[in-house]
């Protein structure tokens, strides 16, 4: 099935990916999809989520198949944006799928992925914590290499803190890498609700209170968050996490 551009943003959890898609959002030329590879991961009838969602939060449509299919029949009319994150999708990787798409990466330092996680987590009252592959350091890695082995050519990284610190840059950057116009009115948004995003449980104010209150991608300084202020829980996927995300890191694309 042919068609026009799909652009893919893989992320981390708790890495502003969610920001990011709502500026694309507003540029008003792409349909845009959030996270629907993982409605399937989690919610579908293949899911291969390490926890089972109880039956009301079941959605037998969702298949992997469907959804990879609504995306190619969207791109027939429009350019395609998807923010996902690479574990939902690593048995899809094949050369169709990988080939469709135009690739690209939001990164942030897992010291900062796996405090914001922590703090949501003790909202939502997750107690049984997380399997390591669901953070996604680990398959945006393997994604990575994957990529540059087919192409010969490094996929368009940016990282989180570079993006907050300086989001017209980096944004027009991204843009310029991909082959888009960059759209200045795009940063900026009335703060309110974000239905289009909410979709396993639904809680906004665990989720994306962040998001529903702010209005645009405004320069934020960035704090340090020190490892070893983590949860022992946490604290020992840090090491590993940080291995895979330095590899991207050293390869993000910076402000012109």
């Known amino acids: ?8 943003l893989w992320a981390t959890p708790r890495s502003t990916s969610t920001a990011f898609e709502w500026m694309m959002r507003q540029r008003g030329d792409l349909i845009c999809f959030h996270e629907p590879f993982g409605m399937a991961w989690y919610q579908g009838p293949e899911a291969r989520a390490p926890r089972p969602v109880p039956p009301n939060r079941q959605r037998r449509e969702a298949t992997f198949e469907k959804i990879w299919d609504d995306i190619q029949e969207a791109a027939v009319k429009s350019p395609v944006f998807v923010k996902d994150m690479p574990h939902h999708t690593d048995h899809l990787w094949n050369e169709e799928f990988l080939g469709r798409i135009t690739h690209t990466f939001l990164i942030r330092d897992p010291a900062k992925v796996l405090a914001s996680l ?5 909202k939502a009252g ?6 390591a592959n669901e953070i996604s350091f680990g398959p945006q890695r393997c994604l990575f ?12 990284v940016i990282d989180s803190d570079d993006l907050m610190e300086s989001p017209e840059k980096m944004v027009s950057a991204y843009c310029n890498a991909i082959g888009i116009p960059f759209i200045q009115e795009a ?6 609700k974000r239905n289009e995003v909410l979709w396993y449980d639904g809680n906004e104010e665990i989720w994306h209170a962040s998001l529903r209150d702010s209005s645009g991608l405004k320069p934020i300084p960035r704090k340090y968050v020190d490892p070893a202020d983590l949860p022992k829980n946490l604290a020992s996927h840090y090491e590993a996490f940080l291995g895979h995300y330095n590899v991207l890191y050293s390869n993000r694309l910076l402000p012109d």
Not at 118 to 122: G, I, K, N, T, V
């Open 1 to 8: 099935m042919n068609g026009l551009p799909i652009y893919f």
């Open 187 to 192: 940063l900026s948004w009335e703060p309110g």
């Open 118 to 122: 922590h703090r949501s987590y003790l």
């Open 126 to 131: 997750f107690e049984e914590g997380f399997d």
């Open 145 to 156: 290499d994957l990529l540059q082995s087919r192409s010969g050519s490094l996929p368009i």
